[in-house]
């Protein structure tokens, strides 16, 4: 016989502390005395979101240079230094930020943390390790141009937000922003946005919090510069209306399908019932756009939704791929999920599963020094409340049937959803006409207009 589930646990986000040195950086100390390591963040108001127009892709390019080497050494010589003391060490950028990481045991952390120090502070930039990195980006570019997914995802972007916004093209450059990219842009973007007024240093771990306080002051202490200016970024759709876009892919035996619009921005108050609703519209695998286009019509192997959470609006957008031939009839399910989640008050079974399995699965996400260290970032980036961690369950539980219902109606918009499907149109364009979701047009692989 099965064990009935127990009642659940409380949860308590490990302690954490806030101080600000002198020079304006930030430092979180969170001790957490399991295992003998600590996790470093370093995260700078320096990502993507920031970039000026046509050098898009110098956020992630600057963040990954980091460790391609400093005035005192090669970055051979800083991969194998990390490698020497077992640290995983890595430096990237998304839309929000840049962040440099690290984890380490304890006995090598004071010189470990030196090296993380000249790594963020004495970059060289070297010419031939960035020809190399924007040389691995324009392969991936040119894969994605090649593969439908990767091509349905950027075109999304593109249709959906208006063209002047930095949503409208990819987080990572496109060809022409990453070739045009050299060493000095590289320079003059870190020089103008690494600066210790606005980034946070967050270490988690063995370690406690004067003795993090003492290392960031000795390490850091010396960094200087004025804040970086405040990053505004638009995130102005393209149209307020419904409409259909079809990327030619010919004789393509599958559809890539992507509907959506712009979201919600991450500190959005209702957040938490805009969760539920993604949840049971496509979040979970129990989710009602899933098990539409799985279970019950075969569609697909699997159809997912989701809010793309940033300090701006990001977008809202359901994915899935399928045959050719049932490419409209997916896109009329998902349009019909779509509306039926704002009609109808999503029944409490319904409801608590989802809340269930968000609950459930919170505490799970904050196991190791690094998903700690991750959660604090994030804590940072988005100015959120210290007791986020420790609320986040209870903001769950708290959510209603009637909360979803009215965040579904107020921020899933039917009139402006964009229908982006990459495939063949000699197939694919009638049927989809069909449907009245919006004009139908036809773009090339390179987003240009047929007709």
Do not use: C
Not at 119 to 135: D, H, Q
Not at 213 to 219: D, I, K
Not at 413 to 437: E, F, K, R
């Amino acid at each position: 016989m099965r064990p009935q589930a127990g009642p659940p646990r409380d949860y308590r986000f490990p302690f954490f502390e806030r101080i600000t040195l002198d020079n304006g950086l930030g430092v979180i100390v969170a001790p957490v005395h399991k295992l003998p390591i600590v996790s470093a963040a370093l995260v700078v108001d320096a990502g993507a979101a920031a970039e000026s127009p046509g050098a898009e892709g110098v956020a992630q390019l600057t963040a990954r240079m980091l460790l391609e080497g400093t005035r005192k050494r090669s970055g051979d010589d800083v991969s194998e230094q990390f490698e020497r003391w077992g640290a995983a060490v890595g430096a990237t950028a998304d839309w929000d930020a840049a962040m440099l990481s690290m984890t380490v045991l304890v006995p090598h952390l004071e010189e470990a943390m030196a090296l993380f120090a000249e790594v963020l502070l004495e970059p060289a930039f070297p010419e031939r390790e960035l020809s190399r990195i924007k040389s691995e980006r324009l392969a991936e570019l040119l894969q994605l141009r090649t593969e439908p997914r990767g091509l349905a995802d950027e075109m999304f972007t593109r249709f959906v937000y208006d063209a002047s916004s930095r949503y409208a093209r990819p987080e990572a450059g496109d060809v022409a922003s990453v070739t045009s990219v050299d060493r000095a842009s590289v320079e003059r973007f870190y020089q103008a946005r690494y600066r210790p007024k606005g980034a946070t240093l967050i270490l988690v771990g063995d370690i406690n919090v004067a003795a993090g306080v003492a290392l960031a002051q000795q390490l850091l202490g010396g960094w200087s510069g004025a804040a970086a200016p405040a990053t505004v970024v638009s995130d102005r759709p393209a149209r307020t209306t419904h409409a259909v876009h079809i990327v030619r892919k010919d004789d393509a035996p599958q559809s890539e399908i992507r509907v959506g619009h712009v979201g919600l921005p991450r500190r959005h108050p209702d957040y938490f019932p805009a969760l539920i609703v993604n949840a049971l519209l496509g979040g979970l695998f129990s989710s009602r756009i899933n098990l539409n286009l799985r279970e019950v019509h075969a569609y697909t192997y699997g159809a997912h939704s989701s809010f793309d959470w940033r300090k701006a609006a990001g977008p809202f957008v359901v994915s899935t791929a399928v045959k050719s031939d049932v490419t409209a009839d997916a896109a009329k399910e998902i349009l019909l999920e779509i509306s039926r989640i704002r009609a109808d008050a999503v029944s409490e079974d319904e409801l608590t599963l989802a809340t269930s399995y968000l609950d459930g699965v919170f505490p799970i996400r904050y196991e190791t020094t690094d998903s700690i260290a991750r959660g604090l970032a994030a804590l940072t980036i988005y100015e959120l409340p210290n007791d986020y961690f420790d609320s986040y369950r209870a903001n769950i539980r708290r959510v209603t049937a009637m909360d979803v219902l009215h965040a579904a109606d107020k921020y899933l918009h039917p009139d402006q959803l964009q229908l982006v499907v990459v495939g063949d149109p000699t197939v694919i364009s009638a049927p989809l006409a069909a449907l009245d979701a919006g004009p139908v047009s036809v773009y090339d692989a390179d987003g240009r207009p047929e007709r």
